[in-house]
């Protein structure tokens, strides 16, 4: 029997996560890097957001990281302190069987306990799967930018995707 759960990230989850978002940096626009992220870089960015104050979940099944979350400043300047800008990436050939959904519902019940007011999500589109999921948990559009990435030689959209708690 197959055993899912989420549950904080830990520094030694860095390698998996790497894997995970390295696939998305190499075949997809859901991020806008373009270089992979070595463990080391993956682990330094795990302690910035913990050093901050963010929640940084993984999903694991049988010992195996499926899928991470984690929520990072929206802005750097002292009046976005209450904002904070989520995001969610799930292993490669494993995006079926909700494991977005139970990392966004345990990071959204971590969000509600620190002292956060508006969630945002930022959607590189289109991206029919992850707008689904946002709105899936309350959130609505916002914001939609025409044409500020470029990756894979194509000009990329993005959405923000808002929740006030």
Avoid at 5 to 10: D, L
Avoid at 84 to 98: A, K, M, W
Wanted: contains cysteine.
């Amino acid at each position: 029997m197959l055993k899912m759960k989420v549950r904080n990230a830990k520094i030694d989850d860095a390698i998996d996560i790497a894997y995970i978002y390295n696939y998305y940096v190499a075949t997809s626009h859901a991020t806008f890097e373009i270089d992979p992220v070595d463990e080391a870089e993956m682990r330094r960015r795990m302690e910035d957001g913990w050093n901050g104050g963010y929640p940084f979940l993984v999903c694991e099944e049988n010992d195996e990281v499926v899928g991470y979350s984690y929520g990072h400043y929206f802005r750097p300047r002292p009046a976005y302190l209450h904002s904070i800008e989520v995001s969610v990436y799930v292993r490669p050939g494993r995006t079926e069987g909700n494991i977005g959904t139970m990392l966004y519902e345990k990071l959204l019940d971590e969000i509600r306990k620190g002292d956060f007011h508006a969630v945002i999500g930022g959607i590189s589109l289109p991206n029919d799967a992850s707008v689904r999921l946002h709105e899936k948990f309350g959130f609505e559009k916002v914001a939609h930018f025409r044409e500020v990435g470029r990756k894979f030689d194509q000009w990329i959209d993005v959405g923000y995707w808002e929740l006030i708690l």
